[in-house]
């Protein structure tokens, strides 16, 4: 049971295939079902577990699980709505010797562990079965879902059948979309993987701490990295960015546009156009509190022209055209309905929409929400998941581009940028606690960093 930070993302297709590469599907499950035995005892107690099997190789491991758990001495009992369907499935149900109680009239027990369905849910669960799970997991103290929690799919967060709230998902060999994405994340409690030796190779990983670049003694502003904020209609918003962007590590931070007052730390100058064409400026960040009128248009060209790396954001974002050619390393942050706006609705996967966007504009893409999926144009994929549900106010977002410049402006390429910027952002609202504004976001870039 080890933390998911760094780890590869499979889908239930390539999961299948690294399963038959291994060749020794019994030895997987065997593994699997240890490991998750192993993790019941851990946080059991002396406490009875009951485990809920279901008819295919998930089920198989929560059989291989109860016996293991029996095997050690643990109490333990079973509880299924169907006989086991597959070959392995069945194999480990033989190896239990105990009853197997139905699961309608299944008795609760302190520590529920879900083997209903894993990555072979193909439809909604039963409304009867659906009911007794949720009935037995109100009654537990814990419940641990073993690979996903039986209800959702595993490659695009969707809910099939909402499950309870599990307080712990077990991922068996790898970690599966639907750990991260919304709506099913939130089902799976804190997820944990178990390592089954498989070593998948995917482009898509889970977030992990980001090598910053931390200054040495002969670094001086300009080589931390210049950030330049395109002001405009609303300068709150360009100027909670700029202090993110120093916050978050910048070397120099030049505000372009109206505005006054502390942090004295921030250089402030009327916009023009002129401005941009500074050879020191790592970053420039436009779009917070930019408008949407011709002003605010003019000065996106010129950006746009400027050849400088660039993040563009909020109402940029409106503005911008998705298919033009890029000539400078560009990052978007767009939240749903900017992809939306931007790309066209779709119901692909959060992951899949991030994908195409990024190889469709030539550019980075920070897609936003509660799950963030960070693309690059060459296909990979990094997923941040568990922000903080107070993030939701106004002024994250600026706080998040203005972070995005500095690590930009830094020397990062884009993709490793935009991934350090959203881990600062993430860490820093954990920081926060509850019910903080974006200015204190703000402040807590420096502490995490
Ligand atoms: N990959 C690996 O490395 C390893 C994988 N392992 C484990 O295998 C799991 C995947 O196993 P799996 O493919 O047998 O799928 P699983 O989720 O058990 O259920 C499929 C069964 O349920 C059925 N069914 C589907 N939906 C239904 C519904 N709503 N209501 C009723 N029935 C429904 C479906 O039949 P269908 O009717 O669709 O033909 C089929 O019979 C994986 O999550 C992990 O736990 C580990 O053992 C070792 C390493
Ligand atoms: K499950």
Redesign the pocket.
Known sequence: MIPIDGHPILTAAT??A??QAHGN?SA??AQ?GAGVATAARRLAGASEVLVLC????????GYVAAVELHVAGHPVRVAAATEP??DLARAARARWTGPVEPLATARPAPILIDAL??????????AVHAMHFHRLAAAARLTIA???PSGVTTDDGRVLTEPPRCHLTLA??AVKPSHLLQPAARYAGHVRLID?G?SPASVATVIARPAFRDPGPDTHKYSRGMVALVGGAMPGASELASIAALRAGAGYVLHLGDGTGPPHALVRRPWSAGALTDPRIGAVVIGPGLGRDDTARDRLATALASGRPLVIDGDALHLLDADAPRSAQTILTPHAGEIDALFGKSTASKIDRARVAAARADVVVIFKGPDTVIAAPDSRVTVSADASDWLSAAGTGDVLAGATGAMLASGLPPFEAATAAVWLHREAARLCGRSFIADDLVGALSRVR
């Open positions: 999961m299948r690294a399963e599907l997987l499950m699997a279901g008819p295919g190789n998930n089920g198989g491991d369907r597959t369905f894993g990555t072979g849910l193909s439809r909604p669960l039963d073993v690979d996903l068996l060999g089954l498989l």
